[in-house]
Structures are given as structure tokens and as C-alpha cells.
């Protein structure tokens, strides 16, 4: 947990406000990587302040440009931005600590609410998008320009990849692709099965060694005619 630059308080979850002494902490870069602020001011705009957004360079393998806000310290990344700020910044997690994450995902929820902001480049209303697996952070996102990240909750995700939040999610993919792989397979036996039948309805299949009718609502009978099918059919 991050603590207050000036007080040495813990800072509230996805806040920059210290709530013992107020102050404002820029704890998102600070101390995470150096980074120079570019004189040129972005014509791109803060959904939360209505003012121009300001280019910085987290220097990170060579130029890495982000937009931010001085006033909430509010984050915009370009699509695949913030992923690959986050690859570069937590490395060597080889474990999953699920206590640790459902701790995280708990955490209170941000200091503006459920609320629904303009995308700093074409102004339409960003989705409210869950990051990752029990990373507890609803980011918003545009579709073609990129992430906006309030204070607080860049911080956040640093402590779900320590937690190996991004481990959790590549295992839940692995496993819904699984699933989805089975289903399929599933569902291309049931063909094979009913071309081997002469075509009946997916209801409904007629096979006529057991004198009956081999119904959907038979998932054991079915296995063993589709085993027997494609035994016969090799």
C-alpha cells in the first residue's frame, strides 16, 4: 500500500487525496519511472477538468508518450498503452496470490462514483470496462482511441500484477478457450452422428440397434452411439 509523500499516512485505494492531511500525492509515476513533461501542451482534453491534457515521457525503452492531467492526475493511454506500461513496470511474477487479489478487488471503488466521461479525443462517451480478473478497477475506455485512468487507479493495477492478477487472467482465457474447444467438438460429433444416421433432426436421431429412438435428453446413450460412430466411420 502506497503512502502519502507528505504525512506518511496510507493513501485511500484508487485516490490521490491523503485523508489525514489532504494532500495531493502524484504516486501513479512517481518513483515508478522517471519521466519529462513536454512543453507543448496535447489538444487533447481531461473528461474530468475540461482542461488540456499534458504530454509526458515515461522514457521507457526509449520515448513512451502518455497525456495527463495536473489538476486530478488523471492518465490517457492510447489503445495498448497502459497494458504495455505495466509489463514493463511489475516483472518476475511467477505465482498467483488469490487472497491478495480478492482483497484487491474489493477495495473502494475511486473518488468520482459511477460515472460516465468523454473520450479526450473525439468526446463520445467511453464504456465502463472491468480491467483484467479481480483487479477491482472499472477503467473507461474508447473503443478506437484509447484508456482514461482516474488518480489512484494506475497505483491499483501496479498492485494486482504483483498479486499476479495478469497470471489469473491468462489462466481464465486458457480455460474458457478450453471450454469453448470441448464445446465445439461436441457439437461436431452431433453432426457426424446424424450424417451417420441419414440426417435427422438435432432432437431427435433414429438408430435402429437398439430398436428406439436416441433422444438429446440421453447424454449418456448419446456418448456411446457417438463413440460407436466414429469407431465404425475411421
Partial sequence: MANC???SAPLPPD??????????NDT????????TTHELESERTCPRCAVNLKTIDLNINGR?????????????????????????TV?????????????INSLKKGDYGVSYIKCPVCSTIM???????????????????????DGGELRHLFEWMKAGGKLLQQERA????????????????????????????ADEVSFDLFG???????????????????????
Avoid at 490521490?16 to 495531493?24: A, E, K, L, P, V
Avoid at 486530478?72 to 504495455?84: I, M, R, S, T
Fill in 64 to 88: 513512451f508518450l502518455i497525456e495527463r492531467c495536473n489538476q486530478c492526475l488523471g492518465l490517457f493511454f492510447d489503445p495498448n498503452e497502459l497494458e504495455a506500461l505495466l509489463e514493463a
Fill in 15 to 24: 485516490s490521490i487525496q491523503c485523508t489525514y492531511c489532504g494532500s495531493r
Fill in 91 to 103: 516483472t518476475n511474477v511467477f505465482s498467483i496470490d488469490r487472497k491478495q487479489l480478492d482483497s
Fill in 28 to 35: 501513479d509515476l512517481a518513483g515508478v519511472h522517471y519521466f
Fill in 212 to 234: 428406439g429412438t436416441l433422444r438429446k435428453s440421453d447424454p449418456d446413450l448419446f456418448d456411446i452411439v457417438v463413440k460407436a460412430v466414429r469407431f465404425f466411420t475411421k
Fill in 174 to 201: 486458457e480455460e474458457q478457450r478450453r471450454t469453448e474447444a470441448r464445446e465445439l467438438e461436441r457439437e461436431k460429433r452431433k453432426l457426424q452422428v446424424q450424417a451417420a444416421m441419414g440426417g435427422s433432426s
Fill in 127 to 149: 464504456n465502463r470496462v472491468n480491467f483484467g480478473v479481480k483487479s477491482g478497477v472499472i477503467v473507461d475506455r474508447c473503443r478506437e482511441h484509447g484508456v482514461w485512468l
Fill in 5 to 7: 509523500t507528505n504525512c
